[in-house]
């Protein structure tokens, strides 16, 4: 458990410190213009309509732009008599008019009549790391004289390049300017359209309630042709504005990402926002680092608690989960979970921990192998969880086998031959010993230790123990006639063992640690290796051993003998090869228990 918290803790600290870096800020913007694609458009409700300046209105005009200020006069005195909630110009009159003075006193006359005209200004921000200075681009004195009021226009652009937040106010120098969006929903609350109160802070995230064209259009020219009543605008802000690409002010957004949606569009979905209390509200970052935090830990603990495939499909149901509510965050109540920071958390920790854990399973896969079957090693592996190879008291069956007159051998052979032979040797045996499911603990020179019912419970432990031993007798025959054909010498080996508990376990040094079993079965089984040669058997069993296997195996008593380190004599029993009739026969001579036990008293 402490090894995932520290895992989990490393990869969360590592979103966090990626995110807080700024890198996934732009992953986090498109993961927002997913949320608006999914919650899809919104029909307004707030009485908005945009008077476009298109292609068409400049084909019916035929008029260069700018365009005379006279004619945005008489627009305004015509839609006027529509008695309109408010007139806004994005259209910046900051420079006096090239066709003189007159032109530009119409239209201050106009707004002047209409009392409700906002303006649009320009600031020019200029960023610096000691400080941030705000120049204004206001309209003409003449023109803003009459007006309700004017403001900026200006966009706050993200590091994708959309449009997603608008500016309640600038500071000037030391005085604070509201915005053009700020002067039309005054007085829109003052004509009483339904309005919540503005949120708090400097500026908003805007609720787009869908693509270009949301919201009513009317261009221009059918304005002053009268193609369209006055009555059109009748209880409604009225926003103009460019929407030709020939001007330049389009914007990407998240429903036009491609640079399509016009600044004054922008403005209406502004004022939509403000009027109905919908802005959407970015959850604070802290709080986003300690999801993608926590998801960290969780996938971390799900991949090791699990197997990968289950761990995949767990975290992909948790992802899904998380996903869903952060959609329903946003289309309920407007609120936005950046998702990205959590989703590479995920990742991250899956992918990791999947990766670590293939190179831990491959060592430890290396390291057991040398004792374990590739079936039992396949279960060690899938249940690394829940199989505890630590150290316990436990029933095993011990065998031990060695090859008998190896010193004599080893002298009339070369060290060359000698590795040759032992490798021959002990792969034979330990395929054997694999084959029926033991473990091999380990090589002493030409001796090697069998465990069974380790680490796996094995009903039938001891037969197995029996069972591998005649097959070692079957297996060293052939090898010797090999070798005895090859260099002249004959090899045979003897088998002890015996049944009883032992300590079972992972157990060592810290620098190496061994899979071994240690207590007095394990010495008992080594001792009766070391007396099969007295007894001309090739394999000895203990009587605990020759209780469980009696009835499958024909068998023979030794009487008892006194085995070096234990005082109390130790009843043996002889094991017989199954002849091609079944009927038991003995592998070598067999010397009568009462010669073996004169022989071994002082």
Request: charged share 20%; hydrophobic share 45%; aromatic share 8%.
């Amino acid at each position: 458990m402490k090894k995932t918290l520290w895992w989990g803790a490393a990869i969360g600290a590592l979103v966090v410190t990626v995110s807080l870096a700024g890198l996934l800020e732009v992953p986090e913007l498109q993961a927002l213009n997913n949320l608006f694609e999914l919650r899809g458009s919104r029909r307004p409700v707030t009485a908005i309509v945009i008077v476009t300046i298109d292609e068409d209105s400049w084909a019916e005009l035929n008029l260069a732009w700018p365009w005379p200020r006279a004619l945005h006069g008489r627009f305004l005195d015509i839609v006027g008599r529509g008695k309109p909630v408010a007139v806004g110009f994005d259209i910046l009159f900051s420079e006096p008019s090239s066709r003189g003075l007159a032109d530009d006193r119409a239209f201050a006359d106009a707004i002047a009549r209409a009392g409700n005209v906002v303006l649009a200004a320009a600031a020019a921000v200029v960023k610096h790391e000691a400080f941030v200075k705000v120049d204004l681009n206001p309209p003409l004195p003449i023109l803003r004289a009459g007006a309700a009021g004017f403001g900026p226009v200006n966009y706050e652009v993200d590091a994708d390049g959309h449009v997603r937040r608008s500016d309640l106010e600038y500071r000037l120098q030391h005085n604070r300017l509201r915005s053009f969006v700020w002067h039309l929903y005054e007085l829109g609350v003052k004509a009483g359209l339904p309005a919540k109160p503005l949120p708090g802070g400097g500026s908003f995230m805007i609720n787009y309630r869908g693509g270009v064209r949301t919201f009513p259009h009317v261009a221009y020219h059918r304005v002053l042709s009268g193609e369209i009543s006055p009555a059109e605008f009748s209880g409604k802000i009225v926003l103009v504005g460019a929407t030709s690409p020939t001007l330049h002010d389009l914007f990407s957004t998240p429903f036009a990402r491609a640079s399509t949606m016009p600044g004054v569009e922008i403005q209406a979905h502004a004022l939509e926002t403000l009027f109905r209390g919908i802005p959407i509200r970015r959850v604070p970052h802290p709080v986003t680092m300690a999801l993608a935090f926590g998801a960290a830990l969780v996938a971390v603990w799900m991949t090791r608690a699990l197997r990968p495939i289950r761990a995949f499909f767990a975290l992909a149901g948790f992802w899904l989960a998380v996903f869903a509510g952060v959609v329903v965050l946003f289309v309920a109540w407007q609120v936005w979970v950046e998702v990205v920071a959590v989703t590479l958390a995920l990742v991250l920790g899956y992918g990791v921990t999947v990766v670590v854990e293939f190179v831990q399973e491959q060592r430890e896969k290396r390291r057991l192998s040398r004792f374990f079957s590739p079936a039992v090693l396949r279960e060690i592996v899938r249940q690394k969880n829940d199989l505890d190879l630590g150290s316990a008291r436990r029933l095993l069956t011990v065998l031990f086998c060695d090859i008998r007159g190896f010193t004599s051998i080893s002298e009339r052979l070369r060290p060359e031959q000698v590795v040759e032979l032992l490798r021959e040797y002990l792969t034979e045996l330990t395929e054997i010993v694999f084959r029926h499911g033991g473990t091999v603990d380990k090589y002493v020179g030409d001796c090697i230790m069998a465990l069974y019912n380790v680490p796996f419970e094995q009903p039938d432990h001891a037969a197995q123990a029996v069972r591998t031993a005649l097959a070692f007798q079957e297996s060293t025959r052939a090898l010797s006639a090999r070798w005895e054909a090859k260099v002249g010498i004959r090899i045979m080996n003897g088998v002890g063992i015996n049944t009883g508990e032992a300590v079972v376990g992972t157990m060592g040094s810290r620098q190496r640690l061994e899979y071994t079993a240690i207590g007095d079965t394990v010495n008992l089984a080594a001792r009766l290796e070391s007396i099969t040669k007295d007894f001309d058997s090739p394999v000895i069993i203990s009587e605990s051993t020759h209780s469980l296997v009696k009835d499958e195996f024909p068998t023979r008593a030794l009487g008892e003998v006194i085995v070096k380190g234990k005082a109390i004599p130790v009843r043996i029993y002889a094991v017989l090869a199954l002849g091609a009739d079944g009927e038991g026969g003995t592998q070598a001579t067999v010397r009568p228990p009462e010669e073996v036990r004169s022989a071994q008293r002082p």
